[in-house]
């Protein structure tokens, strides 16, 4: 799972790095989430099919997912990208992928975000009818660490792994919980290493300084990759093991 991409710089880390690293840990699956790789807000069908070809196989979303209005359409097409499954009935796309054994489903925190439908209890729904031991890996989309470890152990044991994104930081907790589910707070963000969480500094610090409405865009320069490694047991469902895989490419690479 590789953690928030972010713009140009994210796009291109992901492109750079995710062949070799399918090659290095002999990757079944890769997803990735993309609500920010267009210019840093949302995600476009041309954007997401450059994602696809570097070697991504799913791509997950959250907040910023209807800020490029293209995207829309694209949503209800075939391909595998998500919108957080709780967003009210009626709106495009879906936010549950199933592929043979596998399911993944995209979910959005409510703390200190929008007030859209419950995500523990959309969850509840959605896993009713899948099989007994199947692999479900869950994207929490949500600001609040609070909310991201309070559905980690609400899911535990129900699903494969908890995976959290949205704040662009890389946690250090990733654990597997006591009945068989992993969990990491947040997977990070594939961008530009020197930002604010992919942003250029310049107009973050402007932001916080005069409290204008200053427009951010996504730095440039040395990127990093961050991202969590599963190893799911393809009999029960439940994770063997969750650790960090953080990669850097400098400006000469």
């Not at 041309?46 to 696809?52: I, K, L």
């Not at 250090?172 to 990491?184: N, Y």
């Not at 250029?200 to 865009?217: E, S």
Request: charged share 20%; aromatic share 4%; hydrophobic share 45%.
């Amino acid at each position: 799972m590789v953690g928030d991409a972010v713009g140009r710089t994210g796009r291109q880390a992901v492109a750079a790095l995710l062949p070799a690293l399918r090659r290095e840990l002999h990757l079944d699956l890769v997803i990735a989430n993309g609500e920010n790789a267009a210019a840093g807000r949302g995600i476009t069908p041309s954007v997401a099919d450059e994602m696809f070809r570097a070697g991504v196989d799913v791509i997950t979303t959250g907040n910023h997912v209807w800020d490029q209005k293209e995207i829309i359409p694209y949503l209800d097409s075939a391909a595998p990208i998500l919108r957080p499954l709780n967003f009210p009935p009626g709106v495009a796309g879906r936010g549950m992928l199933q592929e043979g054994a596998l399911t993944v489903i995209n979910l959005q925190g409510r703390v200190f975000m929008a007030n859209i439908d419950c995500p523990f209890r959309v969850v509840d729904k959605a896993l009713q009818d899948l099989p007994p031991n199947s692999i479900v890996i869950v994207d929490i989309h949500a600001e609040a660490t609070s909310e991201k470890l309070a559905m980690g152990w609400y899911l535990d044991g129900r699903v494969s792994a908890v995976l959290g994104t949205h704040t662009h930081v890389a946690t250090v907790d990733a654990r597997i919980l006591p009945r068989g589910t992993a969990f990491v707070c947040d997977v990070g963000m594939t961008g530009a290493r020197d930002s604010v969480i992919g942003d250029n500094i310049d107009g973050v610090l402007q932001r916080f300084l005069t409290a204008m409405p200053v427009r951010l865009q996504p730095a440039a320069g040395p990127a990093i990759l961050n991202s969590v490694l599963l190893d799911i047991d393809d009999e029960t469902g439940r994770a063997r093991h969750i650790e960090r895989v953080d990669r850097e490419i400098g400006d000469d690479q």
